[in-house]
T-cell receptor, first 115, second 113 residues
């Protein structure tokens, strides 16, 4: 498995501002992902963070709203831009280990509230 | 129709009970099945990983897959208050490279002392 940390663990933000969430893994991993978890709903994949290239976004998510960086094999950031109350959610990063199955290991999450 | 259906609960049981958590799915291509446990204000934690049909046991936990019925189960024996959490099923079509995981909504389990 892998040890994954996220910063911040929670934040309360004003409408129209942006928040950058950091994800750090204790070992090099091939795949890193960002999910959103809203109350009563499934985990929804936002995008796959690709090292050294642009992230791959799922349907319904765009780079202008959720820019992602992955400068190396152990670190990624997700920015939630121009926030509205509808962006209030838990944001989770996950990793898939090199040479492993497609099981994913999750970070503790960032609880975001937008006022 | 959602690809993966899971009763949200809550499911309330007394300590020591046998718990059965279930998911149904519609995509017959799913071959890999996972159960995650998520405590309040924590990230999901991988509990069990199974391939195709059959059973897999790990301590008090047993994962069961019935592909003919498109139905998977997680059984918890001798349930403990520490098992109180939300249990999410997840599944994918393959195990090499990146295969998108499809999650259920999660079932909230409450085990009372």
């Amino acid at each position: 498995s892998a040890v994954i940390s996220q910063k911040p663990s929670r934040d309360i933000c004003q409408r129209g501002t942006s928040l950058t969430i950091q994800c750090q893994v204790d070992s090099q991993v091939t795949m890193m992902f960002w999910y959103r978890q809203q109350p009563g709903q499934s985990l929804t994949l936002i995008a796959t963070a690709n090292q050294g290239s642009e992230a791959t976004y799922e349907s319904g998510f765009v780079i202008d709203k959720f820019p992602i960086s992955r400068p190396n094999l152990t670190f990624s950031t997700l920015t939630v831009s121009n926030m509205s109350p509808e962006d209030s959610s838990i944001y989770l990063c996950s990793v898939q280990l090199a040479g492993g199955t497609d099981t994913q290991y999750f970070g503790p999450g960032t609880r975001l509230t937008v006022l | 129709q959602k690809e993966v259906e899971q009763d949200p609960g809550p499911l309330s049981v007394p300590e020591g009970a046998i718990v059965s958590l279930n998911c149904t799915y519609s995509n017959s291509a799913f071959q890999y099945f996972m159960w995650y446990r998520q405590y309040s204000r924590k990230g999901p934690e991988l509990l069990m990983y199974t391939y195709s049909s059959g059973n897999k046991e790990d301590g008090r936990f047993t994962a069961q897959v019935d592909k003919s019925s498109k139905y998977i189960s997680l059984f918890i024996r001798d349930s403990q208050p520490s098992d109180s959490a939300t249990y999410l099923c997840a599944m994918s079509v393959g195990n090499t490279g990146f295969q998108k995981l499809v999650f259920g909504t999660g079932t909230r389990l409450l085990v009372s002392p």
